[in-house]
Nanobody
Framework: QVHVVESGGGLVQPGGSLRLSCEAS????????MIWYRQTPEKQREWVAT???????LYGNSVKGRFTASRDNAKNRVFLQMNSLKSEDTAVYYC?????????WGQGTQVTVSS
């Protein structure tokens, strides 16, 4: 059984910052990639960033230059540093783990950007 848990969401003013964390635990032999997505009720799920086991990091166009993803491979943990937040960044942020024993979603963490 694999568990994926996100944390770090909250309410922040426009221009502010938040740091999200995601940790995958359980019987994971190999972690191929951990991916951040976000979703609002009005929009389809949007890809935010991908961190591969090989260290490659890719970003969606809407967050490039403002968000920074990083990882702690020893603990199957990734982070998403979000700076210069805008109201349109408001969403539930999900972590998706692609592993050797399957793919797993976290429960999501709410990020609200509002004055």
């Amino acid at each position: 059984q694999v568990h994926v848990v996100e944390s770090g969401g909250g309410l922040v003013q426009p221009g502010g910052s938040l740091r999200l964390s995601c940790e995958a635990s359980g019987s994971i032999f190999n972690m191929y990639a951990m991916i951040w997505y976000r979703q609002t009720p009005e929009k389809q799920r949007e890809w935010v960033a991908t961190i591969t086991n090989g260290g490659n990091i890719l970003y969606g166009n809407s967050v490039k230059g403002r968000f920074t993803a990083s990882r702690d491979n020893a603990k199957n943990r990734v982070f998403l540093q979000m700076n210069s937040l805008k109201s349109e960044d408001t969403a539930v942020y999900y972590c998706y783990a692609k592993t050797s024993v399957g793919d797993y979603w976290g429960q999501g963490t709410q990020v609200t950007v509002s004055s």
